[in-house]
């Protein structure tokens, strides 16, 4: 494989990488404080319409990204509500707004724009268009590495690097910070927490706001970088994914970000073998070349799941003694 080849398969799999990456950082804010997030789909699935709707009415990119992040924020404030104040059964919750939106998205998307579920395409000023691409050209003057280097590196979107940077922020806010450091003693022993003075509810609540944030992110970047228009459904199950992807990294930024690097690589692999002739085997089904991805994260919750282990509070409602 030359460097073009390997280059342009770097490339790929940045792109494909990035919801995958958002959606296990917000997964793991909130997982870290104690709230178990199985909505990270429906999330990214509502802010990718909100998006996608808000683009073709306004054609206006900074509109759609208020709209996407309005939205992504107000789920999780609505899962704090019923989670964080109420008690509230945190996996039913959470699977109650993946189901939600994905019926949610459907039907809006019929009675607004009659295109089977779908919305119309954005147009290229809407869409989030590449950074560094003079740098990327200069890289590619480069003899030997240099067109593969800058075809894997350049040209993509600020989501790709944006991403790729809050792997390091969410780091640093998580183990360098008092609010990180106080953030994970929730998820461990909210009790102590409380004891301290500091406010349980408050400090969860807090969590879910960045996770509805990073969700929506994640949902745009569907449709205002990959997709030009909004897809029933198009979200295909990445929020799961991006939560075995978390659980496989150990609940910290740097493992999820190397499990979706291999998702999001797998992804890739598997468009570049599709109708491929493999010695043996012949044509290899396009049904079995798309189910990589997804057989890996079985494979890896059943052979790793049992050693990782999670807060020690996550999904436990917190009850203040009186």
Same mark, same amino acid.
Request: glycine content about 10%; aromatic content about 6%; hydrophobic content about 55%.
């Given at each position: 494989? &030359?460097?073009?080849?390997?280059?342009?398969? @770097?490339?790929?799999?940045?792109?494909?990488?990035?919801?995958?990456?958002?959606?296990?950082?917000?997964?793991? !804010?909130?997982?870290? =404080?104690?709230?178990? &997030?199985?909505?990270?789909?429906?999330?990214?699935?509502a802010t990718a319409f909100a998006a996608a709707a808000t683009g073709a009415v306004t054609q206006s990119l900074p509109a759609a990204?208020?709209? =996407? !992040?309005? @939205?992504?924020?107000?789920?999780?404030?609505?899962?704090? $509500?019923a989670c964080v104040t109420h008690g509230g059964d945190q996996v039913v919750f959470g699977m109650a707004i993946t189901m939600t939106a994905a019926g949610a998205t459907v039907v809006l998307g019929l009675a607004w724009f009659q295109q089977g579920g779908q919305t119309p395409p954005l147009d290229d000023a809407?869409?989030?268009?590449?950074?560094f691409t003079a740098l990327g050209e200069q890289v590619g003057r480069l003899p030997g590495i240099g067109p593969g280097l800058a075809l894997a590196l350049f040209g993509h979107t600020a989501l790709v690097y944006g991403a790729l940077a809050l792997v390091a922020a969410i780091w640093w806010l998580l183990w360098r910070t008092r609010f990180g450091l106080r953030l994970r003693a929730v998820g461990e022993n909210p009790a102590m927490v409380d004891a301290a003075g500091v406010g349980v509810a408050l400090l969860r $609540?807090?969590? !879910?706001?960045?996770?509805?944030?990073?969700?929506?992110?994640?949902?745009?970047?569907? @449709?205002?970088?990959?997709?030009?228009?909004?897809?029933?459904?198009?979200?295909?199950?990445?929020? $799961?994914? +991006?939560?075995?992807?978390?659980?496989?990294?150990?609940?910290?930024?740097?493992? +999820?970000?190397?499990a979706c690097l291999l998702?999001?690589?797998? &992804?890739?692999?598997?468009?570049?073998?599709?109708? +491929?002739?493999?010695?043996? @085997?012949?044509?290899?089904?396009?049904?079995?070349?798309?189910? !990589?991805?997804?057989?890996l994260t079985v494979v890896l919750l059943a052979g790793f799941i049992g050693r990782s282990r999670?807060?020690?509070a996550l999904g436990r409602p917190y009850v203040k003694e009186r």
């Open positions: 494989m &030359d460097e073009l080849a390997i280059g342009s398969l @770097v490339a790929s799999t940045l792109r494909v990488s990035v919801p995958l990456i958002l959606c296990a950082l917000a997964g793991l !804010l909130s997982e870290r =404080a104690g709230v178990i &997030d199985l909505g990270l789909e429906g999330k990214m699935l990204l208020a709209v =996407a !992040l309005a @939205v992504g924020l107000a789920l999780s404030m609505l899962q704090g $509500y809407v869409r989030l268009g590449p950074w $609540y807090q969590a !879910l706001s960045l996770n509805g944030l990073l969700s929506a992110l994640a949902g745009c970047s569907l @449709v205002l970088a990959q997709n030009p228009s909004f897809i029933p459904n198009m979200t295909a199950g990445r929020g $799961y994914m +991006a939560l075995a992807a978390m659980i496989f990294g150990k609940w910290h930024p740097a493992g +999820a970000l190397a998702f999001g690589f797998l &992804d890739a692999v598997s468009i570049r073998l599709q109708g +491929a002739e493999l010695p043996l @085997v012949g044509t290899v089904p396009v049904q079995a070349i798309q189910a !990589l991805p997804y057989l999670a807060p020690a």
